[in-house]
């Protein structure tokens, strides 16, 4: 039994009501470590036909299997660890969906004596789900249902429990909704919130005293002091503690990312003052918060006093969730985009994809596509920060015009009749998060190849391209120039490798992890395992784990052909640092796939997949043939399905 | 081979870069942000001060070259070759600190605020080399 584990999942049928017991697959453990990687090794399992025939799981249908998983370095002293992963067939886009959280649920499900719980089968009334200290039972959540995650979070956090939970927007399967923990930290991506909801899942809670064991804790403890050293030296850890993720906005400066008004400009001077690190420092904060055993705080903390848009103190809008409600919509109040922030936090929705569809919307309104009887009477104009409040409102409660917006902007666009997808700001119908590859062209390949739709945190691409990813051990360096698309392809498989090893496999955060070399994350998995691990060896579980998740999304019917980026990322932005300029898309796409050995249909070779050692799996995830992704306008709700 | 020869010329181009701002829009931003920032350069061994902090009555900020008897917000360290290449827009910030290229000590939040404000220059500087006739240096 390797070390850095706890030993065992729990496997939870909410349809008939059992728990019990999985021990963890040691083999499984060599090849694939932990978080989403070994996540998606269990969930293959629920991909395969268990009759030989076409078994493919309904996003928001009992089958769907939702998974949160740790690493083997979450609830040990490394430094910046304690991330966990949740994964489910997406709501939002029918593919693999995965999202990591920060915090402290991770390490403490390792203290209450699990690594990993597996969820299946829908209840018939609401439950959550409490693990105290190895024991495992489900309760009755009638009297939480219709909670938001901050009264949830209350209920709990008293007795020292750790809460997961989602929000009414779960409940009600808004398809962006998230599962939130510590009012703070949120799986948002995919729309997992709402596979919670079909399940009637309302939390999942634990405390407990155990023990992580380790291999070699002596290791462990002087990485711990080495990284400590050296954070204190570092600009980057330093930046994001004292300005945070928010930090971006300025940065964006020196490559022109600042995707503004839905992507159509690249330079908002008054949008850079406003939202910037300094201004949101003098404005709205007031404290700092952390992870699990990270010496970095980059959490902001923040109060607003005044109305409209007061917000009681607690957790503040990150870079993400400045540039979906700030730039994109061009609202220049950061105290607006902390209220908005506060909405999404507490209904439990994703603050991308939620500012990502608010933008849509504003353009749809602007090009006459929809009027005020569209929209319950609301004006959608630019920087009118009162309607995005209220429209964000409406999509938590799946109210009025806020029913539709739920669905997500790509189901949206689809009841708009052609030409509505021209801007349309979605990867497999994820809306992409705030970073633009025109200024980052190595990013338009991450987004298009992104294991989950697009994400700018699937590899380390985007990271290297901005400069902040630095691993020469592991083939990851900064590129002489983020805009041009030679070399990119060659760039994002090393990238890939290295950020699904790192990111997804180890559950490393990538900001404070941003200082750990490739030998010093193989010596604590080492250390913590009791593996021998080379640095090569990881690299190539990294490979491993991504193609994994191709052939996944190629038995949820995800061709090559869905391997794209919007189109407005064809077209030039007028102003700023990257102006007339465009990623080359289909050169890096066709390198990409040679790089990757991936076949006219966008699925690995064989001999890839035996070299990796995915064959057993890779038979029962045979590619669907028809495309599950079609969308249809149900006459009666109005709504595309 | 180093691009300048001598500290004279690391005066001459980067701290001529800083007194040709001066005329500029860029001026008024590097006023606004109201610090003192130092470049520490080596090969050849330099350094340029510029000072919004306390300019003299009328004036923007006051450039320094060589030794300064006050202790400024922000020093940044580089060889001249990387600054020369930073000031042309050839070098990514966030990666040469990363790499070690550079060093930046002070306040984050004053170098964080540097950035809107020195951006402007990356366009300037070129146009100011072929000004004093050092086209030879844009390439």
């Not at chain 1, 219709?146 to 007795?159: C, I, K, M, N, Q």
């Not at chain 1, 908002?268 to 952390?290: D, F, M, P, S, V």
């Not at chain 1, 990119?488 to 890939?496: F, G, I, S, T, V």
């Not at chain 2, 220059?121 to 080399?129: K, T």
Request: glycine share 12%; aromatic share 8%; net charge negative.
């Amino acid at each position: 039994m390797a070390t850095g584990y706890m030993g065992r999942l729990l496997r939870v049928d909410l349809s008939a009501g059992r728990l019990e017991d999985l021990p963890l697959d040691q083999d499984w453990l060599r090849r694939y470590i932990g978080g989403s990687g070994l996540a998606a090794r269990y969930f293959a399992e629920a991909v395969r036909p268990a009759d030989g025939g076409p078994a493919r799981p309904d996003p928001l249908g009992p089958d769907n299997e939702l998974i949160i998983m740790t690493g083997p370095l979450a609830g040990t002293p490394f430094p910046s660890a304690s991330r966990f992963n949740v994964v489910a067939r997406s709501p939002l886009s029918g593919i693999w969906g995965e999202s990591s959280v920060g915090g402290f649920f991770g390490p403490h499900l390792k203290f209450a004596g699990y690594d990993g719980i597996v969820v299946t089968g829908a209840s018939e009334r609401p439950v959550y789900l409490a693990i105290d200290d190895g024991r495992a039972e489900l309760r009755d959540a009638s009297d939480l249902w219709g909670l938001d995650t901050y009264e949830v979070h209350a209920r709990f956090s008293p007795d020292g429990w750790r809460v997961l939970a989602i929000g009414p927007a779960g409940e009600r399967l808004v398809r962006f909704a998230s599962i939130v923990h510590d009012r703070a930290h949120v799986a948002g991506r995919g729309g997992l919130g709402a596979v919670m909801g079909s399940k009637r899942l309302k939390a999942v809670v634990v405390r407990g005293r155990q023990e992580v064991p380790l291999a070699d804790r002596a290791t462990i403890d002087r990485l711990r002091r080495e990284l400590i050293e050296r954070g204190k030296e570092s600009l980057t850890l330093q930046t994001y503690r004292e300005v945070g993720t928010i930090s971006s906005i300025e940065l964006s400066l020196m490559v022109g990312d600042m995707p503004t008004k839905n992507w159509r400009e690249g330079l908002w001077e008054e949008g850079l003052q406003a939202l910037g690190g300094n201004n949101y420092n003098a404005t709205i904060l007031t404290g700092r918060r952390t992870c699990f055993g990270c010496p970095v705080s980059c959490k902001r903390v923040v109060r607003v006093d005044d109305q409209p848009y007061r917000v009681e103190q607690g957790p503040g809008p990150e870079y993400e969730t400045v540039a979906a409600f700030g730039t994109g919509l061009r609202v220049d109040n950061p105290r607006a985009v902390a209220r908005m922030n506060d909405i999404c936090n507490r209904q439990g929705l994703d603050t991308i994809s939620c500012g990502g569809t608010l933008a849509y919307a504003f353009e749809a309104y602007e090009r006459g596509l929809i009027g005020p009887a569209d929209t319950d009477g609301l004006e959608l104009n630019w920087g009118d920060a009162g309607a995005a409040v209220a429209l964000t409102q409406r999509i938590a409660r799946r109210e009025g015009f806020g029913k539709l917006l739920g669905e997500g902007s790509q189901r949206f666009a689809a009841t708009l009749g052609p030409g509505a997808d021209e801007f349309l700001m979605t990867v497999k119908g994820v809306e992409v998060p705030y970073h633009d590859p025109r200024a980052m062209h190595g990013l338009a390949l991450q987004y298009a190849t992104s294991d989950r739709g697009a994400s700018h945190l699937s590899g380390l691409t985007f990271y290297a391209e901005l400069g902040m990813a630095y691993i020469p051990d592991l083939g990851v360096e900064p590129p002489d120039s983020a805009q041009t698309s030679d070399g990119k392809a060659a760039l994002h498989a090393r990238a890939q490798d290295a950020g699904q090893a790192l990111g997804g496999a180890l559950a490393l955060c990538y900001a404070g992890g941003s200082i750990v070399t490739g030998e010093e994350a193989v010596a604590a998995l080492n250390a913590a395992t009791g593996f021998d691990h080379s640095v090569e060896e990881f690299l190539t579980t990294g490979r491993r784990i991504w193609t994994l998740k191709r052939l996944i999304n190629g038995a949820f019917g995800m061709t090559r052909a869905d391997d794209r980026i919007p189109a407005r990322f064809r077209e030039p932005l007028p102003d700023g640092p990257a102006a007339g300029l465009v990623p080359d898309i289909e050169r890096q796409l066709a390198e990409y796939y040679s790089l990757m050995q991936l076949d006219e249909s966008g699925q690995p070779d064989p001999s890839e997949v035996e070299r990796l050692g995915l064959s057993d799996v890779a038979s029962c995830l045979a590619p669907a043939k028809a495309h599950p992704r079609r969308h249809r306008v149900d006459a009666q709700e109005g709504l595309v399905l | 081979m180093a691009v300048f020869k001598d500290a004279s010329e690391v005066y001459l181009c980067i701290g001529g870069l800083f007194r040709r701002a001066l005329t500029e829009p860029l001026a008024q931003k590097v006023s606004d942000s109201k610090i003192s920032v130092r470049f520490n350069y080596s090969d050849p061994d330099s350094a340029i001060t510029v000072d919004a902090k306390n300019p003299p009555p009328g004036e923007p900020y006051t450039i320094y070259e060589g030794d300064i008897n006050f202790k400024p917000d922000v020093v940044m360290s580089m060889k001249a070759d990387v600054a020369h290449q930073f000031w042309l827009g050839k070098v990514n910030l966030v990666a040469a600190l990363a790499k070690g290229q550079m060093k930046a000590v002070g306040p984050i939040q004053s170098i964080i605020k540097l950035i809107p404000v020195i951006k402007p220059a990356f366009e300037l500087y070129p146009q100011y080399l072929k000004e004093i006739g050092r086209a030879d240096l844009t390439q």
